[in-house]
T-cell receptor, first 113, second 115 residues
Framework: AQSVTQPDIHITVSEGASLELRCNYS??????LFWYVQSPGQGLQLLLK??????LVQGIKGFEAEFKRSQSSFNLRKPSVHWSDAAEYFC???????????FGRGTSLIVHP | GAGVSQSPSNKVTEKGKDVELRCDPI?????LYWYRQSLGQGLEFLIY????????KSGLPSDRFSAERTGGSVSTLTIQRTQQEDSAVYLC?????????????FGPGTRLLVL
């Protein structure tokens, strides 16, 4: 069975600082990995996804994530955070042949001015 | 509209009443998903449709929950005899085809409060 862990419930950063949100997954084969963002009162929006190939994935809004098989991780990064990035971030894992991704519990990002 | 829409946006009901939540997926999307998001929790999968069929109902928490999809488009999630623990945000998503490699597009959700 696939599973995903987001170890940090809350992360607080200052505007302009760099950001890294952690995601660890459990799956035997090569997973499909996703990061979604949820702004208050909104649904989830896909930031980026990884299926295969280059392990460094670029997404929207200046985000990137790196797949590290040896660490079973898919951490999300941004070099300089903007106040509008304050939101809930969800990591998800899927696999070939499955239809339902498994979502982590989310990390709430707070941005201080 | 081009996105997934859900109605109502908010619903307050009394314990024991039935509620219906509606989802309008993106036109042409064959796969449709329902999730539940409770406070401080991740997304809990409820049910998945491919066309009008529901191959996976494994996430429905009890027989009080049911869902249908008609015309390969609109879906309705029904909760009978609501309980306070049903209070949550119910999210709908659609994708062009089935499979987790397909991008899911989410609606804004229905916030359900059971008093």
């Amino acid at each position: 069975a696939q599973s995903v862990t987001q170890p940090d419930i809350h992360i607080t950063v200052s505007e302009g600082a760099s950001l890294e949100l952690r995601c660890n997954y459990s799956y035997g084969a090569t997973p499909y990995l996703f990061w979604y963002v949820q702004s208050p009162g909104q649904g989830l929006q896909l930031l980026l996804k990884y299926f295969s190939g280059d392990t460094l994935v670029q997404g929207i809004k200046g985000f990137e994530a790196e797949f590290k098989r040896s660490q079973s991780s898919f951490n999300l990064r941004k070099p300089s955070v903007h106040w509008s990035d304050a939101a809930e971030y969800f990591c998800a894992v899927g696999s070939r042949g499955s239809y339902i991704p498994t979502f982590g519990r989310g990390t709430s990002l707070i941005v201080h001015p | 509209g081009a996105g997934v829409s859900q109605s109502p946006s908010n619903k307050v009901t009394e314990k024991g009443k039935d509620v219906e939540l509606r989802c309008d997926p993106i036109s042409g999307h064959t796969a449709l998903y329902w999730y539940r998001q409770s406070l401080g929790q991740g997304l809990e999968f409820l049910i998945y449709f491919q066309g009008n069929s529901a191959p996976d109902k494994s996430g429905l928490p009890s027989d009080r929950f049911s869902a249908e999809r008609t015309g390969g488009s609109v879906s309705t999630l029904t909760i009978q005899r609501t309980q306070q623990e049903d209070s949550a945000v119910y999210l709908c998503a659609s994708s062009l085809a089935q499979g987790t490699q397909e991008t899911q597009y989410f609606g804004p959700g229905t916030r359900l409060l059971v008093l």
